[in-house]
């Protein structure tokens, strides 16, 4: 078998990137010093994180001349994530720390005045003229997941040979990728891009730069696409198997034997909503409050099945906190629990309970940032956009604004009193406990200290079928720039138009209708693309 180099110094969900490399048939060695990348063939350099933390620690670790003697020795190099962004001269990241300098630019952080930032999800990396650069194509799209990227500046990469693919996000044309002589870096991930992204690694592991361009199915719409998410609520029922469950307003059990619904095995539903298309999967363990996940080997293993065929991002919620361990009698630090999850196959990790908690102590201590919550530590080591914070927020109905000091919103919806004002309260516990903590309080908490998406669930909506609470997703996205992803009521396709025509919200999620075989991800993609949206076609 043929061998590829993978040097990941940092931090990162490698395991997907091996599972793609060995699904093409070749075997991957560690680049564990500076002095195996000379004896290396084919190298990948690949991170997620932060790009001064990054480099810092790459240039400490001796291997800056070593790498760039291998780019230069006409060797296959290939860089992703944060892999490309070091190659640049520097970012406004960190100004500190100088890149390698291979490609005559600088990263810029993304505008956030019009358009969530990070960037994240699926888009397109253009090249332009009639041929394809490592498996490139103009009708697929890429899952990138970025703040700061090089702003595309009509010839001058090309000037210095480089041949480069383009993205467009809001206003902003950037780099999405970069190829020259033994050259491919890439902005996406390739390893999280499905059939797309296995193309690009297979062009480039087999050295075909250039190919011509297949006929095109369709006409090539730029930018970024409606994000569909697949959400499964696992844990273990009655009878001890591991099962995909789902509640009405989180009551998990049957009304007439208590039972806890079984819809399906966790790896087999995630691998079958893969198939239909869905942009990105999450994973709740629901009984986390419970269990610590240092126990729970069996969703870990999850992750880890279900990361070597489904080749989309993968996020893992529950019980991400400091955990107690009985087994070493020791305090097991969030990132270490994080990584764990990170290590078994997991893109993002998603925190609860221990969000609402670190928001309050936030205020608190008049908004100072310790560094040290999960948020901070997990958001330092593998940047904002592997931190989910998940909010299962409920309705407090109120007569008028002041009648609390909480953020209120005019309702549509009256209360049962004809109250016409409601503010969300924060829960935790899996909404077992109601905190006297508003859900414009937490987001704004948890953005400060570094999540970089929010997870916006609504308890009174959890499987109604009644549609997302689009005023509750309304009053997040005024207060937040970070993607918000809508939760918690669909029921139907024309819920998730609704929801992306009447708000700004960055993607949205389904579980009980997908679960219960009502609707596919497929159909709600075709209605979507039907209202004029931009989805991702799911490619075999
Ligand atoms: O607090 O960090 O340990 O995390 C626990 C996680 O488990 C949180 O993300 C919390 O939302 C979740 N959780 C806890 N209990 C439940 C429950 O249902 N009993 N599920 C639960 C949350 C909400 C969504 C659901 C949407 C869409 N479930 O995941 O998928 O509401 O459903 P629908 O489309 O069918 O309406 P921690």
Known sequence: MPTVHLLDYAAGNIRSLVNAIEKLGWEVAWIESPEDVGKAEVSHHRDAGHFGHCLGQFRDAGYVEPVKRFIESGKPFMGICVGIQALF???????????????????????????????????????SGNQSIYGLRPDSKYYYVHSYAVPYRKGQLENDGW?????????????????????????????????????VLKAFLNGQMRQPLPQLPSPTQEGLTRRIIACLDVRTNDQGDLVV????????????????????????????????GADEVTFLNITSFRDTPLKDLPMLEVLRQASATVFVPLTIGGGIRDTHDPATNRTVPALEVATLYFKSGADKVSIGSDAVTAAEQYYASNKTLTGKTAI???????????VVVSVDPKRVYVASPEATSHHTISTAYRGPKGEKYCWYACTIRGGRETRDFDVVQLVTAVEALGAGEILLNCIDKDGTNSGFDLELIRSVKAAVKIPVIASSGAGNADHFAEVFQQTNVDAALGAGMFHRGEWTVKQVKEHLQHQGSMVRRFEE
């Open 245 to 276: 469950t789902k509640g009405d307003q989180y009551d998990v059990r049957e009304k007439d034997n208590n039972a806890v619904r079984n819809l399906g095995k966790p790896v087999e539903k995630a691998q079958q909503y893969y198939e239909q």
């Open 89 to 127: 001269e520097g970012s406004a990241e960190n100004t500190s720390v100088p890149g390698l300098g291979v490609i005559r630019s600088r990263l810029e952080r993304f505008n956030d005045s019009e358009k969530s930032v990070p960037h994240i999800g699926w888009n397109s990396a253009n090249v």
């Open 376 to 386: 901070e530590t997990i958001s330092e080591a593998y940047g904002a956009q592997a």
């Open 163 to 199: 041949t480069v693919a383009t993205a467009r996000y809001g206003s902003e044309e950037f780099v999405g990728a970069v190829a020259r002589d033994n050259v491919l870096a890439t902005q996406f991930h390739p390893e999280k891009s499905g059939a797309a992204g296995q193309r």
